[in-house]
């Protein structure tokens, strides 16, 4: 590893590590990423057979971290992002892939909302949807568009905000009207200051099943991290695996996971 996370001075060079940590927006958003990672692909090895090349729709692909993970894994993937700016980003980013990655990643322009205008049902072995529902006012009927376009036996795998933990990190800083409020609303604001709005385990397990695919495994993610200091040094690599493995051990445990900032839900298609 080149240099020291933290360390001043021009000769520094950047870490791996370091710059891992930057591209995914520093702790939070590498924790997230990370763990959504192991925690797909554990869910993709419980769903279907090993070396199977499946057919993944990513809704709302934002940066396209996960799009392009599970390309460069064989995957034959579809970018959903109704953002022009962030299309042309990853675009970019898929450009200094290699042929075999870009051939096997396709990107449309389109509202979340827009998936029967786009896709047969059956289409997908694999649906993502991270980080979108938090923007959509009324998620049912979003959550059963991604449903009739899933295979039978396919995954469903969300990421949203967790509604029922809205009260506790603005209590532990001490900011009590809004803790106080959150108890009784669903909506926060994110880390550029907009309102967006959280989910219930218990009402998403509900439409889950409504819509034909019913859970089959959840976790919590960021239970420790989702006020990581921003201008906080990166950690050193043996000290991010350290915050990894704590994220991950608590994301599966209750009663920590059912406090996380976020939740990772996975319905399978039956």
Do not use: K
């Not at 950047?14 to 891992?20: A, F, G, V």
């Not at 906080?232 to 059912?258: K, N, S, V, W």
């Amino acid at each position: 590893m080149g240099g020291v996370p933290g360390q001043r001075g021009a000769s520094r060079e950047t870490s791996p590590t370091e710059l891992w940590l930057r591209t995914l927006g520093g702790v939070p958003g590498a924790v997230r990423q990370v763990l959504v990672a192991r925690q797909l692909d554990e869910r993709l090895a419980a769903a279907f057979p090993a070396g199977r090349r499946l057919r993944v729709l990513d809704v709302g692909t934002g940066r396209g971290t996960q799009a392009l993970r599970l390309a460069r894994a064989g995957h034959e993937v579809t970018g959903m992002e109704s953002d022009p700016g962030t299309l042309a980003a990853v675009r970019a980013v898929l450009a200094a892939e290699a042929p075999q990655v870009r051939e096997r990643v396709r990107l449309l322009e389109a509202e979340s909302t827009r998936t029967g205008a786009h896709f047969t049902p059956g289409s997908f072995d694999v649906v993502l949807c991270h980080g979108v529902l938090m923007h959509v006012e009324e998620p049912d009927a979003v959550l059963a568009g991604l449903a009739r376009v899933l295979a039978a036996g396919g995954l469903l795998s969300l990421l949203v905000r967790n509604a029922d933990a809205l009260a506790l990190r603005p209590g532990l800083e001490g900011d009590w009207d809004t803790a106080l409020a959150a108890f009784d609303s669903p909506l926060t604001r994110d880390s550029g200051g907009r309102t967006v709005r959280a989910d219930r385990l218990g009402r998403l397990t509900q439409t889950l099943g409504s819509i034909g695919a019913p859970l089959s495994a959840w976790y919590g993610v960021r239970v420790f991290t989702d006020r990581y200091p921003a201008h906080a040094a990166p950690p050193r690599a043996e000290e991010f695996d350290r915050i990894l493995d704590a994220e991950d051990r608590a994301g599966r445990t209750d009663p920590y996971r059912r406090v996380a900032a976020l939740l990772h839900l996975c319905g399978v298609r039956g």
